[in-house]
């Protein structure tokens, strides 16, 4: 089974609403306990890896599960990753403007 319109709608407004908090995700992992306690080595690759598994987390945990009452098939799953790729290029960006 495929995505649902409203499934569709509802993925792409939880990965605007994480690319929203992007900056405040970064503000806080420059705060000197944060740096300290996670040793980051790339701040990018960190929040782009943080993000991408707060989408899915959120959208295949979180919605999902409550409002179908099940997990996702493999071509959902197939589905959220494709539409979370096609807007890689966004989340990148948004991680650019705030890291430089």
């Known amino acids: 089974m495929t995505l649902q319109q409203k499934d569709k709608k509802m993925l792409d407004s939880m990965i605007d609403e994480e690319i929203a908090k992007i900056p405040g995700l970064i503000r806080n992992l420059r705060l000197p306990e944060f740096q300290d306690f996670f040793g980051i080595k790339n701040e990018s690759e960190y929040v782009y890896g943080y993000t991408h598994g707060a989408i899915v987390?959120?959208?295949?945990?979180?919605?999902?599960?409550?409002?179908?009452?099940?997990?996702?098939?493999?071509?959902?799953?197939?589905?959220?990753?494709?539409?979370?790729?096609?807007?890689?290029?966004?989340?990148?960006?948004?991680?650019?403007?705030?890291?430089?």
């Open 57 to 100: 987390g959120k959208f295949e945990t979180y919605y999902f599960v409550v409002h179908k009452g099940k997990k996702p098939s493999g071509i959902e799953v197939d589905e959220i990753a494709k539409t979370i790729i096609q807007r890689s290029l966004e989340i990148r960006e948004k991680i650019s403007k705030n890291t430089n």
